[in-house]
Each structure stands twice: as C-alpha cells, then as structure tokens.
C-alpha cells in the first residue's frame, strides 16, 4: 500500500515557477533583439510621421520664409490654411513617400540602434560608461544619429524640396521624379565645371549633409537621452512604475527638450536643402544670413509647428516603439 501511495504521488509545481521557466523558454537571444528593436524603431517613426506630416509640411513652409519676425501671414494656422485654400486638403500629405524613406532609414537606425551602440560604449570602456550616467547615453545616441542622418540625406532632401511651396506647381511628379530630377541637376551643374557628373549628382543629393548630421545629433541626444534619463530617474526614485503613464510623461518632456534644440539647426537645413540657387555656400554661411536678415528670432522660425510637430511625434514614437517591444517579447528601453 505504501508504495502504491509512494507511486500515486503527484508533484505540483508553483505558477511562479512556471511562468518563469516559460518566459525563459520564449527569451528573444539578445543578437536578434537588436533586429527587432531596429524594426521596432522604424515602424513607430514611420506611423508617427505619417500622422504629423500636416504640421511638418507647414513648419517646412514657415522656415522657408523670408518675412521679418512676426511679419503678417507667417503664423502657422495661417500657412495651414493658405495651403487648404489654395493647393487642396491634400496638400498638407505632402512628402509623405519621401517622408516614409526617410524615417524607415534615418529613425529606424538612430532610435533603433541606440542601444547597441550603449551595449557596445559600455562594454569598451568597461564599466567606466556607467548605464545610470548621461554620457553613455550621449555617446550612443550621437553615434546612430550620426550614421542614420548621413545615410539619410538624399531622401530628407527629396522631402523638403517636395513639401516647399511653388507658384506655378510642383516641378516633381513623385518622389522617384523628385530623386532622378535632382540628381540630373547636380550632374548638369558639375559638368559645366568639369567635375564628374556622379559625382556632382550624388553631392546634390547630399546637400545640407552637415546640417542635417548635426540636426540629428541634437535632436537625438536631447529626444532619446532625455526620454531615457527621465524614465531612469522616476522609476529609481520610486514616483512612477514601467507602464503607458510614464512612458507618456516622459515622452512629453523629451520632445519639449528636443523641440528647443533642434529648432535652429532644422532651419539652417530647411534653408540649404531648398537653396536650389546655391544663395548660401555651406551651413555657416547660412547661419550668417540668417542672422543678418532675420535676426536671432529668424532661427526659432516655425517653433509652434515645430513643437506641435516634434513633441507629437515624439509621444507617439515612444508609445508605439515601448508597445511594439512587448509585442516583440522585449524589455521596455
């Protein structure tokens, strides 16, 4: 009887441990994280834009504007509606292909691999880079801005060129007759100097290059690392737990941050991306226009927008990419 009763017994394991070991079992190893993360990144950039692009394209408007500050006319409710009145409701969705091209490779590097370049700044330093300090976090983030903002180039200056505003129309069909018309330009301009045609019609491509890589850093160590920072800080001084509602607070303060930033830089690249005349001979001479014609306020052209645009996107990034994690099986950032 004793050993039927021995026999019969039944093990029961605890739900805890059970779940532990199923959450063991369905662990993302860590190199395909980086994959994911990537993908992650792109996908809510992508969404967030496309959802923003109205208040893009009006911003890229105001920053093309020559006015004074405070001329009449250079608000950013009066462009938008201008723009509905004049070109359609449509017209605020331009760019939009280009936009897509962009965030898929700009966004999708810069927040996607902020945290392999973290990993990575970490283990060379060996521990020196703590992962509670802000340098690491600055270091990380300026190097994918850097990449994914140079990589980027071509298809952010496509974007602007097709949301700028033209009298007698668009000169672009699309986004591939925008990059093939640009290119043509540039090769066009450097035959009459002598210089190879790749060459000038990839460096059209490229123009505003250093504008743009600087603009991404600045936006990226102040969006990103702020966004991690403040997330850091509330959950270890107990105010807040992981979840939407730090996420959300978060995310608003990074993108004010980011906003304030970034807002000049973008206007030097606007101005040199659009700058079909070549009026400026490279990012500080038009810095120094812009000073000389605008004034210091000229730098801070279409903040509202930029603002309304900007901390949009960036509460909207941050809630989709921490949601698309879980999804995916990983840890919040």
Known sequence: MAQAAAQATVTITPLEEKVAVLEKEVEVPRESQYALKFVGA?????????????????????????????????????VGVEMARKEGIMSLMGGLSAS???ELVYSGIRLGTYEFFKDKLHALSQGALTREGIALKIGAASIAATIGSAL???????????????????????????????????????????????????????????????????????????????????????????????????????????????????????????????????????????????????FYKGFGMCWARLGTHTILTFLIFERVRYWFGIEAM
């Not at 992508?46 to 009449?72: E, F, H, W, Y």
């Not at 978060?250 to 070549?278: E, Y």
């Open 100 to 102: 897509m091209v962009r």
């Open 152 to 298: 980027a180039n071509p298809a952010d200056l496509v974007k602007v060129r097709m949301q700028a505003h033209y009298p007698d129309g668009s000169p672009y069909q699309n986004m591939r007759h925008a990059f093939a018309s640009i290119y043509r330009e540039g090769a066009a301009l450097a035959a009459t100097k002598g210089v190879s045609s790749l060459a000038g019609g990839v460096g059209a491509l490229y123009r505003g290059v250093e504008a743009t890589t600087i603009r991404g850093i600045v936006l990226s160590a102040t969006q990103i690392c702020s966004y991690d920072q403040i997330k850091q800080s509330l959950k270890k001084r107990g105010i807040m737990q992981e979840g939407v509602p730090l996420h959300l607070v978060a995310s608003t303060f990074a993108g004010l941050f980011c906003s304030i930033t970034s807002n000049p830089v973008d206007v030097v690249k606007v101005r040199l991306m659009n700058d079909k005349k070549h009026e400026y001979k490279n990012a500080f001479d038009c810095v120094r226009q812009v000073m000389v014609r605008e004034g210091p306020f000229g």
């Open 42 to 78: 792109a996908i809510s950039n992508m969404t967030s834009s496309a959802i923003c692009n109205p208040t893009d394209i009006v911003k890229v408007r105001q920053q093309l504007r020559l006015q004074t500050p405070g001329a009449q006319g250079s608000a950013f409710w009066s």
